[in-house]
């Protein structure tokens, strides 16, 4: 595939969504470096969505490292149940924050940051890292985020 997404924009979420998985899961075919999908992935859900920030962190010994995301230099490593995405690792599950500032113990890698959303990364049953999505916008992510999200990551092959 080329290099290039189709950008869709006059659309709702759900169809910019569905337009834009085959088109990662395209870019995805046939590639087992790790570090280059997850680059990939990051840019096609920047370009397509414009999110503030979006990014990869990866559990290297015992905290969260970051790893390939496209938007301002962020937090280089995040401890196990801090903040939004050390909460999402330590419980394993999708953590919606509307509004950061609410959310107890939030890093504010960047004060620009007012809504997020972080899956974890499943391999064999264990959190290998998280997907961190945040937005300019307050109560930007909503179940449809993190159904689609949710999708794209199962896309990337994590045991390769």
Same mark, same amino acid.
């Given at each position: ?14 169809? &910019? ?5 085959? &088109? ?23 370009? &397509?969505?414009?999110?503030?920030? =979006? ?5 290297? !010994?015992?905290?969260? =490292? ?17 903040? =939004? ?20 113990? !939030? ?16 391999? !064999?049953?264990?959190?290998?890292? =998280? ?30």
């Amino acid at each position: 595939m080329a290099e290039d997404l189709k950008i869709i924009t006059a659309a709702s979420k759900e169809e &910019q969504y569905r337009s834009l998985i085959p &088109q990662i899961e395209a870019l995805l075919d046939g590639e087992t470096d790790l570090v280059a999908n997850l680059a990939n992935t990051a840019a096609a859900l920047k370009e &397509q969505f414009n999110w503030f920030w =979006v990014g990869f962190y990866l559990v290297k !010994h015992d905290e969260l =490292v970051l790893g390939p995301f496209q938007g301002p230099v962020a937090c280089t490593r995040i401890a196990k149940g801090r903040g =939004v995405c050390g909460t999402s690792w330590a419980k394993a599950e999708t953590l919606i924050v509307p509004d950061v500032d609410a959310f107890p113990g !939030h890093i504010a890698c960047s004060s620009a940051s007012r809504s997020e959303i972080v899956l974890p990364l499943f391999s !064999h049953g264990e959190v290998i890292g =998280v997907l961190d999505v945040d937005s300019a916008e307050l109560n930007e992510f909503d179940e449809t985020d993190a159904i689609f999200l949710k999708q794209v990551i199962d896309l990337i092959k994590f045991n390769a």
